[in-house]
Nanobody, 114 residues
Framework: QVQLVESGGGLVQAGGSLRLSCKAS????????MGWYRQAPGKQRERVAR???????NYADSVKGRFTISRDNAKNTVELQMNSLKPEDTAIYYC????????WGQGTQVTVSS
């Protein structure tokens, strides 16, 4: 079981930026996939962005062009750069890494005020 710890959430005004970071307890070099999900109050958890097989990335339509996912194998981190934030981006953001099974972080709150 890989332990994941997210950081970087907070309160920001619409149009602002935040950078989320997810630190893994062990190497993520061999992970099959990794990414970020989010869950807003009263809504289902949805995938935001992911990296598959180390290189291929894909994004939810709602964040394309605004969010960028990246990984740093040396630091065992997965990061999410979020620009041009909107109030509808408000949610708890969860880090996810797929190794032998799915591993989840505890979540970090992102709140975007209008």
């Amino acid at each position: 079981q890989v332990q994941l710890v997210e950081s970087g959430g907070g309160l920001v005004q619409a149009g602002g930026s935040l950078r989320l970071s997810c630190k893994a307890s062990e190497s993520i070099l061999s992970a099959n996939a990794m990414g970020w999900y989010r869950q807003a109050p009263g809504k289902q958890r949805e995938r935001v962005a992911r990296i598959i097989n180390g290189a291929s990335t894909n994004y939810a339509d709602s964040v394309k062009g605004r969010f960028t996912i990246s990984r740093d194998n040396a630091k065992n981190t997965v990061e999410l750069q979020m620009n041009s934030l909107k109030p509808e981006d408000t949610a708890i953001y969860y880090c996810w890494v797929l190794t032998m099974g799915a591993n989840w972080g505890q979540g970090t709150q992102v709140t975007v005020s209008s």
